[in-house]
């Protein structure tokens, strides 16, 4: 059956440097999102991406983040300096159309110390 | 803005029937989905409704949803201990360009042999 995969599961980094969250989508999927979920709290909505570009972003999506599709495969997210506040498990997502189904990866743990 | 509640915590028994509830605000949602997140791992999609549907069931699951009193439920028949999890609902906020859902906090479904 086909997945959302996220790399690396684990990802620990010191405050102020900068990371790239990787994830693949499903092949014939178009639409693509991260979403995030801080440990104990409510998953979040941080951006969707379509047509290799941004369609909508949250206000928690500030300039510090940004997203990509650097090649047919891949869909990533960077944070360009980290604060220890971005600790929490990232998702990457995908879907056919719209959001009619949207599948979820396994998500990336990123700790910020 | 949009808004999902769920209560936090249920608890069974093996066998029995589990019920758990969500409350949505906003009207022009046109998908409700149910997502289940286990100890340590990422968001499976268990179902999705449509809007425009009253009640749908797959297998051990059944949704059922009056869209008058945006109320959503999860019934989950014969409980297993493999059931326990944490129960996501989420809405589709269908605002003009948007494609992102909007996630409760979760209804940790705890069951007891």
Redesign the interface.
């Known amino acids: 059956e086909p997945e959302v995969t996220q790399t690396p599961s684990h990802q620990v980094t010191q405050m102020g440097q900068e990371v790239i969250l990787r994830c693949v989508p499903i092949s014939n999927h178009l639409y693509f999102y991260w979403y995030r979920q801080i440990l104990g709290q409510k998953v979040e909505f941080l951006v969707s991406f379509y047509n290799n570009e941004i369609s909508e972003k949250s206000e928690i999506f500030d300039d510090q983040f940004s997203v990509e599709r650097p090649d047919g495969s891949n869909f990533t997210l960077k944070i360009r300096s980290t604060k220890l506040e971005d600790s929490a498990m990232y998702f990457c997502a995908s879907s056919e159309g719209g959001i009619t189904e949207a599948f979820f990866g396994q998500g990336t743990r990123l700790t910020v110390v | 803005g949009e808004d999902v509640e769920q209560s936090l915590f249920l608890s069974v028994r093996e066998g029995d029937s589990s019920v758990i509830n969500c409350t949505y605000t906003d009207s022009s949602s046109t998908?409700l989905?149910w997502?289940k997140q286990e100890p340590g791992?990422?968001?499976?999609?268990l179902t999705?409704i449509f809007s425009n549907m009253d009640m749908k069931q797959d297998q051990r699951l059944t949704v059922l949803l009056n869209k008058k009193d945006k109320h959503l439920s999860l019934r989950i028949a014969d409980t297993q201990t493999g059931d326990s999890a944490i129960y996501?609902c989420?809405e589709?906020y269908s605002g003009a360009?948007?494609?992102?859902?909007?996630?409760?906090?979760?209804t940790k479904l705890s069951v007891i042999p």
């Open positions: 998908y989905y997502y791992a990422g968001l499976q999609l999705y996501f989420a589709n360009g948007s494609y992102q859902l909007t996630f409760g906090k979760g």
